[in-house]
DNA sequence: ACTAGAATTTAGACATTCCTAATCATTCAA
DNA sequence: TTGAATGATTAGGAATGTCTAAATTCTAGT
């Protein structure tokens, strides 16, 4: 009755998209996990069996609470491991999730424990994701997304979300990074680009790139009326 | 044609009894690898297609020099894992071979070369073992069990050679790590046990624990006649 | 309500790595 | 020199996780 590497990871992406849609489809889960829609289904009868997922044929599959307490144990280690490789390990953002992400299924428990307290028991990864407690639990933070904010708005950058290395690098050379503080100047039409200052200095972004980076607003002043 | 974790570890094993036995025997290899005389024989034909071994049906396997860099890689992970663990995260020496063990197949090189440099080009693992170098080059060394040395005899422990976790506490609990300088009392005889001095205690210590004990000799006072 | 197209599952296959049972080769001792 | 014991290989099969091709089910648009 071993969760096997396959098994954990099937579980970390079940737990993404449904946190997304709700139900999972395995197409989606297909899609995600890059294996052919067989696979999926064929995955999905197994994680029944351990009483992981509540499946219904046609129908898409959902977590059961060992399901999530897998999940979310695998996704501790891999948000533990990211902040541990850039902290300790000089690791720069947009490295570590690869790394972790073979890393997250050999781990002990003892490794991560002692990671956890090497690290002054951390609660967010380098990208600004929660870390869940031993115990599972996972704040839920509602953040909005940069591409939602008006100009005029401001606040602080909480996380900017799972993307491309080459995304990450060039987030990261503006100063684009959790917490730091973000005003943004325009907003331009026609989906155009948001101008935002950090800083001291201003950049142009472009909407796919806002809709990544989630900000916790500040109150915006004279709004009180 | 990728290596995969079962053939690292196999040829990490032809690589350890290689070094012990020359020409490796199939059963010698599938006890080593806690498999069944099968496994091993049909690994033995996988790895010839990769020209990591060879292999006379029979006759057992050495391997290759492409066969030997790559155990020597692994061995390279291995140790430099092993004390990262001990001297990053606190491990007990006794706790790192069973982490290390799994982890040597996932890091990627430039965690590698990381922790390399974190832990200053070390030469030599937890146990006293040397590192092979980037390169594949393992010094050769040629100490002294202290089994075999006679009383008198002192010198410094250089290498306390692949046992239990329970041999290992113990052993590390009475001061007997590498770099501890050792001195042989008394040595009984019908295979006694060896009576020892180490640092400000002594100890006696059965041949099975001696033979795993390597000592750097110090040349013997007033032996120069 | 039907039906075409999309989504999903089933069928069958392959690569890995391991196993047990049976067969074959080697070696050593009489 | 021969045959019994030991060691090694072959034969056949199981579990895991993947694939393609074929069949099935669902869903929307008419
Ligand atoms: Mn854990
Ligand atoms: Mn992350
Ligand atoms: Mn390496
Ligand atoms: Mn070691």
Redesign the pocket.
């Known amino acids: 009755m071993k969760i ?4 954990q990871n099937y579980l970390k992406t079940i737990y993404r998209l449904q946190e997304r849609d709700g139900v999972v ?4 889960l297909a899609i995600a ?14 994680l029944v069996r351990y009483r992981t997922v509540r ?1 219904t ?4 599959v959902v977590l059961t609470k060992t399901g999530r307490q897998i999940a979310l144990e695998v996704i501790r280690h891999h948000r533990l491991l990211e902040l541990y490789l850039a902290a300790s390990l000089g690791y720069s953002w947009d490295a570590v999730h690869e790394e972790a992400e073979r890393l997250e299924h050999v781990i002990s428990e003892d490794f991560e424990e002692r990671v956890f307290e090497a690290l002054g028991r951390p609660t967010r990864d380098p990208h600004g994701e929660p870390i869940p407690t031993r115990e599972g639990a996972l704040p839920v933070w509602n953040h909005d997304s940069l591409a939602d904010l008006e100009p005029g708005a401001s606040g602080t950058i909480r996380q900017v979300r799972d993307s491309s290395p080459d995304m990450l690098r060039y987030l990261g050379a503006r100063g684009l990074v959790p917490d730091a503080v973000i005003r943004v100047v325009d907003k331009a039409p026609f989906n155009g680009p948001l101008t935002v200052n950090v800083g001291a200095s201003t950049h142009a972004l472009g909407r796919d790139l806002a809709r990544h980076i989630r900000v916790e607003m500040r109150p915006m002043l004279g709004e009180q009326e």
Chains 1, 2 share one sequence.
Request: positive net charge; without cysteine.
């Open positions: 096997t590497e396959a098994m489809s395995t197409s989606s996990m890059s294996v052919a829609a067989p696979s999926a289904t064929g995955m999905m009868k197994k499946y044929r046609y129908q898409g």
